[in-house]
């Protein structure tokens, strides 16, 4: 371990003080299906934009598959929505999913995500996301 542990765990409880009201006002922020399907549009621009890592790569999947999951509940029309659900599950299934901290078979996962990083190609990511992107309609 690095670093001072007492400093560490000061600056923790920082963050969590600063982020618990924050996120408090998100949760009671209401969103209708205009300003989700921008934020879609937003989270699918930052993966299409760049070569990104692995782990962002993950990240910007995980968040761009919660916020395409709530439109579809919705309800809302959203062109290219399914194929995108479609897309994201596919790369789940191929073990680029984040790993749940619920989730019983980490272990299991572990070899097929250190042989995903590895083959990770940021360039292809970042293609797919584009042609997702595009086939929302943005």
């Not at 009671?28 to 399907?37: F, I, R």
């Not at 299409?48 to 439109?71: F, K, M, P, W």
Request: with cysteine; hydrophobic share 45%; glycine share 8%.
């Amino acid at each position: 371990m690095f670093g001072d542990i007492t400093e560490l765990v000061a600056l923790r409880a920082a963050v969590d003080r600063w982020s618990e009201p924050v996120e408090q006002q998100l949760f009671e922020m209401p969103l209708d299906e205009v300003q989700v399907g921008e934020i879609l549009d937003f989270l699918l621009g930052i993966a299409a934009e760049g070569c990104h890592d692995y782990d962002t790569a993950r990240q910007l999947s995980g968040a761009i598959t919660v916020v395409a999951g709530e439109l579809s509940r919705s309800g809302a029309q959203v062109p290219g929505l399914s194929n995108l659900q479609k897309q994201l599950a596919n790369l789940n299934v191929r073990g680029f999913a984040l790993v749940s901290t619920d989730d019983k078979h980490v272990e299991a996962k572990f070899h097929q995500q250190l042989s995903n990083r590895a083959r990770f190609k940021p360039r292809v990511f970042s293609a797919l996301m584009a042609s997702l992107r595009e086939s929302t309609g943005k």
